[in-house]
């Protein structure tokens, strides 16, 4: 059977946007402040300063709407932005849905997911600061991937802390690090005294985010050349990531269409804030748009989790804010969506969950790999299984709208491809591939170590 392509929306380079948009602006109820991990106060920019530079501090805490892109950032954007909108003809077909379903694609970065869209900004502000070296943990790999490429481009050294069940599910993800050559070290690792209590307490730990977090901190607190770069939940890197939503907001318009239902995977947040958040100021203002943020059920952060204040990663010496989380304790199985395995949600993300904007959903491995295969086999593209959680969602809204009667709009963000993850999807085809629940034990044990605050 041919397959005809789908309809494609594409805007002029000049139409980047110029500036970010910070949601902070127009929140209904501001976030509490973050608070300091030792005193338990509230954080001072100065708390910040060992592992951030100024500029990033700045946007992290400003409630400026509009945040200018730096020329210099936006000059690199250009070599794959603006990322095309989709219309997803062929899936509607197969699903037979009155729903028009869009996409906007971000696997055609040089990094091959959304992440290069904040690593950029972040390698560019540190260098500006005068920082040599950048340590960071990654999941899956997209994150380190994408910093490893925008500090060779800004001339910085990389350490990635890769968390060890994924550096061993996804070897080539190590091999394009290195390509750029950052230094890549599974984690948990006997480098820092982090790594080294897990393995005292566990030696077969298979890691985990929050433990790769806290790794990537003590190192970058420890050398005065070094700074820590994270790629998700900060609203910093949410900020960055709005220019998703923004292009695509821009696309829809060419061909006078608005959804009315956004939808992006949800681990730590960045993806799904990048394309929900710059389309919210008109739900604000009374707009019927629905936002969905998708996880796996092996780490339902927003549909099983606590809205509390918590600490970011498993040896506590990060910031502690409030948000949705499982406990910073909480070890999620090995899922193959490594990227959405973090026990903690972006504060944005959580404030507007908590105050009624945003619905979450939770789906199985099973579930997910089942509509990528429907997806790639009908828009021809394999995604990447984070992706897929955001598919299987927009996949589900299509045949209630063919149950309904109704001509609903749909617009997801297809975040990355899957061309690192062919490994998992073997193992689905030779039926090696389970859902793997999360404990409830384990999650009550997790939640009753939450700070005391």
């Keep these: 059977m041919s397959l005809p392509h789908s309809k494609k929306i594409i805007l002029e380079e000049k139409s980047i946007p110029q500036a970010w948009y910070n949601i902070q602006a127009d929140l209904p109820t ?9 005193t338990f106060q ?23 709407r509009w945040i200018e892109i730096p020329e210099e950032v936006r000059e690199l954007y250009k070599m794959w932005r603006p990322t095309p909108v989709y219309r997803a003809t062929q899936l509607e077909k197969l699903l037979d ?56 481009f800004f001339d910085l050294e990389c350490t990635v802390y890769m968390v060890k069940v994924s550096c ?66 900060l609203n910093h890197v949410i900020l960055h990531q709005t220019i998703i939503g923004l292009e695509a907001k821009a696309q829809l318009a060419q061909v006078d269409t608005y959804p009315d239902i956004v939808i992006g995977a949800c681990g730590g947040g960045s993806n799904f804030a990048g394309i929900a ?30 809205f509390a204040y918590d600490y970011g990663d498993t040896a506590k010496l990060t910031p502690i804010t409030k948000m949705y989380t499982l406990g910073s304790s909480f070890m999620p199985p090995g899922i193959h969506a490594g990227g959405l395995r973090y026990h903690g949600e972006s504060p944005l993300v959580s404030q507007l969950f908590h105050d009624g904007f945003i619905e979450a959903q939770a789906y199985g491995q099973k579930a997910i790999f089942e509509a990528a295969l429907t997806f790639a086999r009908t828009e ?31 617009l997801f963000c297809l975040s990355g491809h899957g061309l690192f993850d062919l490994g998992a999807y073997d193992s689905y085809f030779e039926g090696r591939l389970n859902d793997i629940p999360h404990s409830d034990e384990a999650l009550a044990k997790s939640l009753e170590k939450l700070p005391k605050v």
């Design 30 to 38: 501001p976030l509490d402040p973050p608070l300091n991990p030792q």
């Design 42 to 64: 509230p954080i001072e920019p100065g708390d910040l300063s060992p592992i951030f530079p100024m500029e990033l501090i700045k946007q992290e805490v400003t409630t400026e």
């Design 97 to 152: 849905t009155p729903a028009k379903i869009y996409y906007k694609y971000e696997g055609t970065s040089p990094a091959g997911s959304h992440k290069l869209n904040t690593s950029l900004p972040q390698a560019y502000y540190n260098q500006k600061a005068g920082i040599t070296r950048l340590a960071t943990e990654t999941g899956a790999g997209q994150w380190g991937s994408a910093l490893s490429l925008a500090c060779k």
């Design 168 to 233: 061993e599910q996804k070897p080539y993800r190590k091999s394009f690090m290195q390509v750029y050559e950052a230094e890549v070290i599974p984690s948990p690792s006997t480098r820092t005294a982090a790594g080294r209590h897990v393995l005292e307490e566990n030696p077969q730990s298979t890691g985990s985010l929050g433990i790769a977090i806290s790794e990537a901190v003590e190192d970058a607190a420890s050398r005065p050349d070094t700074n820590y770069a994270l790629g998700s939940v």
């Design 277 to 306: 958040f710059p389309f919210m100021p008109e739900m604000f203002q009374g707009k019927k748009t629905r936002f969905i943020a998708v996880e796996p059920d092996a780490c339902p952060t927003l549909t099983k989790g606590t």
């Design 380 to 410: 021809g593209i394999v995604p990447a299984p984070e992706s897929a959680h955001a598919i299987a969602s927009a996949i589900a809204e299509a045949k209630k709208a063919k149950e309904a009667g109704e001509e609903k709009t749909i």
